[in-house]
């Protein structure tokens, strides 16, 4: 059995990050035909066309290591009703120059997450907009906004609640199994 490598993007900065704590956890509970790379974002600097001649040693970074992937998975909360704008800016670093989107071909699945009652239907949807033209096929179903996340986890940042962890891994086994049909 073929391992995949998934560039896991957390979509937040904050250390104890809920989106953190849900991609490590999924790492935890892929299959072993997944390795999930769980990748943070504070060190990609802002985008700015004019660097693009000589872009910067993390642009490249990040671009390197989402061509050699096999798909990507973006854990995000949300903000404002949107996507972080770290998150934004690295899809900009990444599907850049223009034609040449280290995305492009990827398969891409999307985990939204949130401490409220929503679960991140906005910055999902709005990675659902921005994606097309710039990557692979998105994974439609199932859909996974996780609301209510704040007790989810434990001190340890280890997964404690079952209904989370059974969405979880229902969905990384979904995504398994869209990986395997878009590296065939």
Excluded: C
């Amino acid at each position: 059995m073929a391992t995949y490598t998934i560039v896991t993007i957390v979509g937040s900065l904050r250390k104890e990050s809920f989106s953190l704590k849900i991609a490590n956890a999924l790492a935890r509970l892929a299959p072993p035909s997944l390795k999930l790379d769980v990748t943070t974002l504070e060190n990609i600097s802002f985008f700015n066309q004019d660097l693009e001649a000589a872009p910067p040693a993390d642009w490249l970074a990040l671009r390197d290591k989402l061509q050699k992937s096999n798909g990507v998975l973006f854990v995000t909360p949300e903000y404002n009703r949107s996507i972080p704008g770290v998150l934004k800016n690295a899809i900009d670093v990444a599907s850049r120059p223009y034609g040449k989107s280290s995305f492009l071909g990827k398969p891409v699945g999307i985990v939204g997450n949130s401490p409220g009652a929503l679960g991140g239907v906005s910055a999902v949807k709005h990675l659902q907009n921005i994606l097309p033209g710039i990557s692979g096929p998105i994974l439609g179903q199932p859909e996974v906004y996780l609301n209510g996340v704040g007790d989810a986890f434990n001190d340890k940042g280890e997964l404690v609640r079952e209904a989370v962890q059974k969405v979880l891994q229902q969905y990384v086994d979904a995504f398994a199994a869209f990986i395997e049909k878009h590296n065939r």
